[in-house]
């Protein structure tokens, strides 16, 4: 073979596989072809659907049109014919179309479908393959049985999981159990509906039941989501055991708060046996630490084996002053039998309870202040009426602003506050006194702390550099954030404030600019929506809150920006990332002919 006609194949093997690997190309254009099914698993006798979807992205220059889909057994052209579709579509750039074709899935397993289509651009057609696999399951409910150990009173259950693994809900299911071997005391239950892909757990109870391997006839009878009434008969096999751990119940985790008025233990009752239980209750045991059957008694119900629940008693509060000890009554059924026991609960009075405030902040917002944080109990007894207030003074607002409600905190507990502060005007740091009242075990407690505040550290930054774009999705607020004061801030965070024609985006609204040094400065990015057919200038408002000299600082500054005349929203210029194939694929045929032409002269 000649060097020539070499360097001409090289050529069009490059050509060739660059439409292979991005389909078919021609101009700028790029076809992308993508399949699939609907539904995932359908059920023998069921049709799948088979989506084939063709995209013309954008950044090409070519329309192309898609023209006969088919639905073929193997990639042969003679092959059996499942569906087609004949439509001829155009695929501008930009655009997506897509095909429904439906074959039918006769038997349960995993079949092969081929998608053979057609594209057309400028004159060519490129025939297109594609292989699709479907897995086919099984259209009854599947039935699973399980038997619950037995002891000496012959009762029991079974457990009967029903799975739905059509490709739709069933309707009325009804499912009948018979077996020569065991009682059922309710041989059947009713499901409304069952869902595609479902499961639900069914009990049936028996008696009269030795262990061993158990054989149970199920019929099952619904209806499927077209009408259909279908029957079917299942055998089922179950094994019962003998039981070696009977269920027994205890406590565990057992806390006890005094919270005022009366003490309430909680914790876990736990079966710790190897089968259920029935009608637990747990309820104080002596009658001079009850409050009354209603209140000292409480119900958990049933519990599988080794399972576990949380409850929650009250008690009287004890006349002792120092440590005793709570009789409590566990109550439950194992094996058909009805067993109690009584449980001692240790109680120790604590500390008083004891609030703490954390997190104090003074912010400024919109020219409005508040001091804010958050209340914890930092005892172990529950306190009451709790109030905070800023007192009346120079920087009250007076009781109906600067004071706030609470309530109740249990211990360990918090609860975020804020009161209305009146700020001073002079600069320099002034100490804010806060008072906090509660109530704990009937007497009213009372303390004062402070948080600092200084009036110089406000408006420390300002936004420098601002520009505002506009789109179809909103605006976008650039800039930078400069600290133009004279000391530090810190956790600056500049965010998409809102008002009539502005509100916050979606994303991109918050932006973290971190601490900012005297004369330091750092760009930032927010977004913002606009509102429907909002025209000529807006006003932008623009938070920006930072923490400096030990308080936080919310400040807003609005951006005013003028929209393009009869518009809500500027056109930004497109940008596409993707280099054009094509064009690539010419300067490499252009090198290529140059290279021959150079071999031809010499």
């Not at 190309?25 to 993508?34: C, D, F, K």
């Not at 599947?142 to 059509?166: D, I, K």
Request: glycine share 10%.
């Amino acid at each position: 073979m000649s060097r020539g006609r070499s360097l001409a194949l090289v050529a069009l093997l490059l050509c060739s596989a660059a439409a292979v690997a991005v389909g078919p190309a021609s101009g700028n254009g790029i076809v992308t072809v993508s399949t699939e099914t609907a539904p995932e698993r359908p059920a023998p006798g069921e049709n799948v659907t088979i989506t084939t979807t063709i995209t013309n992205p954008e950044g090409g220059s070519d329309t192309y049109s898609v023209g006969r889909i088919e639905i073929r057994e193997t990639d042969a052209d003679d092959s059996k014919l499942y569906n087609y579709s004949d439509d001829l579509t155009a695929v501008d750039v930009g655009e997506t179309v897509t095909r429904d074709l439906s074959a039918a899935v006769e038997e349960s397993g995993e079949h092969t479908f081929v998608v053979h289509m057609q594209l057309l651009s400028g004159g060519q057609v490129w025939n297109i393959e594609r292989t699709v696999t479907v897995t086919a399951g099984r259209a009854d409910p599947a039935l699973s049985l399980s038997g619950q150990p037995v002891g000496p009173s012959g009762e029991t259950a079974f457990t009967l999981n029903v799975s739905n693994p059509r490709s739709d809900a069933i309707r009325s299911l009804s499912i009948d159990l018979a077996s020569d071997s065991v009682t059922f005391d309710e041989d059947r239950r009713i499901v409304s509906q069952l869902g595609a892909g479902q499961t639900t757990t069914l009990q049936f109870p028996v008696s009269n039941v030795d262990p061993g391997t158990k054989t149970v006839t199920a019929d099952v009878e619904y209806t499927t989501a077209d009408g259909r009434f279908v029957s079917t008969t299942t055998e089922l096999g179950a094994s019962v055991d003998r039981i070696e751990n009977p269920g027994n119940v205890t406590l565990s985790g057992v806390e006890v708060r005094n919270v005022g008025s009366e003490l309430r233990i909680n914790g876990q009752v736990d079966n710790v046996g190897g089968t259920s239980v029935s009608s637990v209750s747990v309820a104080a045991a002596d009658e001079a630490d009850s409050l009354g059957e209603v209140q000292s008694r409480t119900f958990i119900g049933a519990i599988d084996a080794s399972g576990s629940t949380a409850f929650d008693l009250a008690v009287a509060t004890p006349s002792e002053s120092g440590a005793t000890t709570i009789p409590v009554a566990v109550s439950y059924r194992v094996d058909g039998e009805r067993v109690s026991r009584t449980l001692s609960v240790a109680y120790e009075p604590g500390s008083n309870g004891d609030v703490s405030l954390s997190g104090v902040d003074v912010v400024t917002r919109n020219g409005e202040s508040q001091i804010t944080g958050r209340a914890n109990n930092v005892g172990d007894t529950n306190v009451s009426s709790l109030r905070i207030a800023v007192p009346a003074d120079a920087y009250s607002l007076g009781e109906a602003q600067s004071r706030t409600f609470v309530g109740n905190l249990a211990p360990s507990a918090s609860q975020h506050f804020d009161v209305a502060v009146s700020l001073p005007d002079d600069a320099g740091p002034v100490s804010i006194p806060v008072a906090v009242s509660y109530r704990v075990d009937g007497e009213r407690v009372s303390q004062t702390t402070s948080v600092t505040y200084d009036a110089g550290s406000d408006r420390l930054l300002e936004l420098t550099g601002v520009r505002v774009e506009t789109d179809d999705n909103g605006v976008t607020v650039r800039g930078s954030v400069s600290n133009l004061g004279t000391a530090n801030a810190s956790a600056v965070v500049v965010s998409a404030g809102q008002n009539d024609a502005v509100s916050p985006a979606n994303a991109r609204t918050t932006y973290f600019v971190g601490p900012l040094d005297q004369s330091d400065f750092k760009s930032f990015r927010i977004d913002a929506r606009l509102a429907d057919n909002t025209t000529g200038t807006v006003s932008i408002p623009v938070e920006v809150s930072y923490r400096s000299n030990g308080q936080r600082v919310t400040q807003t500054i609005d951006v005013t920006h003028t929209l393009s005349s009869g518009q809500a929203t500027a056109e930004t210029a497109q940008r596409n990332s993707s280099a054009p194939i094509v064009p690539i694929i010419g300067v490499v045929l252009v090198v290529i002919v140059g290279a021959l032409g150079y071999y031809r002269y010499r």
